[in-house]
Structure formats: structure tokens, C-alpha cells
């Protein structure tokens, strides 16, 4: 049985601008090691002992890689969602997900940790957002080789964002792709003429390419940790607390 999850502090935020209040989840599978695109963000908690490590380009510790490193439950539940999944063909996959998708789902968001692991798994989620043409679908993304490969078959309900720092960013400059960024300060964003996304409406709606702001556990003494204490300097949050909002 697959296992959905309600959402977290940040899809909360999606309701500050619905129309209507929506019922939002997400479904994630293990960080890193279902991500073949990764580069700039790859990271792993051990599916054991939790330990987390880095990959040789890290740039940034992958926030949701940190959480299965912190909770065990989440990390077990991501497992159980990838070992059934991975020995399935995509119409088996499409069954199985289809069967435990939430009834009262309005939007989802396909990984909040992982990423499409193999062109067989990104084509059944396409043909879940196909039988759900009432609901939305959307996705971060470094597997931009698979998008390319059904770039002309994507369903209108299911947006998907390019995530620059990965193996594949050349086929986001060829194809123009949507694409969001990860910076390390609102100057960075400004420079890159981005506006900073803070509650998945850019990543949901048509609104061209945005920045994310560098959040989450990272590792001592690096860039992006230093980053992390700026910003903290200058009194903005950038997590994504239920009891805090981001403030900039």
C-alpha cells in the first residue's frame, strides 16, 4: 500500500492564494537515491542507520534528504513507497497508484523527497494525471531527460519545474524549460531577475521561471550554511515553520 502525506508547512501555504481552500498532499519516495539527475543538491540518508552523506558535487544538503536523516518514520515510509514500485512495469505502477491515491486530493505534489527514477515511472504519473483531469499534479524535477522524451504528451494538469544543478540542465537551455533555482540570497535572486517562490504558486501557476531560497540543515563551515547564517542575520527566515512565515 502506498502512503500519501498530507500536507506539509510549506503546501500549506498554497491556500494563502486559491480561490477556495484545497486539500493538498504529496507522495515522495528516498532522496538521492531515486534521483538520477542530481548533482548540485545530491545527498542520502543511509535507508538503515539514517546517516546522512553527500555527494562528491554537493553543493547544498538536499533539505528532505536531512528529514529521512532526522525521522526515522519518514524515511521507512519513502522506502515503502519505492521497493514495490521499482519492480513494477508502468501499468502496474499506474494501478498501484491509482488504487491509494486520496479520494479528496485536489492537488499533489509528486515528491516532496525523490525524484522519477526511470521513464517508466515519470510515464505512469502522466497517465494518473490523465485519469484525474479535475485535479492538479506538480513536480520539481533534475530527471529532465525524461520530460524531454514526452515533452509533447504533458497533460495540462500536470506542472512540472526544471531544477537547475543537475545533470541535464543543458536540455533546460535547449527546450527553454520552467525552471527554478535554488539562491543563497535575495541579491542573488535579483540579479537573476527572479522572483523567490515562498508558497508554490509560481511553481503550480504559468508565471515563467522563479527562485527557491536556500533552506533546511547544511553541512558546517560551507557556503551554503554561511548563506543560511546571512540570512538569519538580516532577520529572514527562510524555512518553512508552521509557527513562521518567510519573511523578506
Known amino acids: 500500500m502506498l502512503k500519501f502525506s498530507k500536507a506539509n508547512a510549506k503546501l500549506e501555504r498554497i491556500n494563502e492564494w486559491t480561490d477556495k481552500k484545497q486539500t493538498i498532499y504529496s507522495f515522495s519516495l528516498p532522496s538521492g537515491y531515486t534521483c538520477p539527475g542530481a548533482l548540485d543538491c545530491r545527498s542520502f540518508a543511509n535507508k538503515n542507520t539514517g546517516k546522512i552523506i553527500d555527494g562528491k558535487d554537493t553543493k547544498y544538503r538536499c533539505f528532505s534528504a536531512s528529514t529521512e536523516s532526522m525521522f526515522p518514520s519518514v524515511r521507512n515510509q519513502r522506502w515503502d513507497n519505492f521497493e514495490p514500485l521499482k519492480k513494477l512495469d508502468a501499468t502496474d505502477m499506474v494501478k498501484a497508484i491509482r488504487e491509494d491515491l486520496p479520494k479528496d486530493m485536489n492537488?499533489?505534489?509528486?515528491?516532496?523527497?525523490?525524484?522519477?527514477?526511470?521513464?517508466?515511472?515519470?510515464?505512469?504519473?502522466l497517465a494518473i494525471a490523465r485519469l484525474n483531469p479535475t485535479k492538479t499534479f506538480y513536480a520539481?524535477?533534475?530527471?529532465i531527460h525524461m520530460w524531454v522524451a514526452r515533452i509533447k504528451t504533458i497533460p495540462g494538469n500536470f506542472k512540472l519545474n526544471a531544477s537547475r544543478g543537475g545533470k541535464y540542465d543543458n536540455l533546460i537551455d535547449e527546450y527553454k524549460l520552467k525552471e527554478a533555482v535554488v539562491v543563497f540570497s535575495l541579491e542573488e535572486a535579483e540579479a537573476k531577475n527572479l522572483e523567490i517562490d515562498h508558497n508554490e504558486k509560481h511553481a503550480i501557476q504559468d508565471t515563467g521561471n522563479f527562485a527557491l531560497l536556500i533552506h533546511g540543515t547544511q553541512p558546517k563551515g560551507s557556503e551554503a550554511s554561511e548563506a543560511l547564517k546571512s540570512l538569519k542575520k538580516q532577520g529572514i527566515n527562510s524555512g518553512y515553520s508552521r509557527k513562521e512565515s518567510v519573511s523578506v
Do not use: C, E, M
Request: proline letters at 0%; a positive charge.
Open 107 to 125: 492537488i499533489l505534489r509528486v515528491h516532496v523527497g525523490g525524484d522519477f527514477f526511470h521513464q517508466r515511472y515519470f510515464d505512469a504519473w
Open 140 to 143: 520539481y524535477t533534475k530527471s
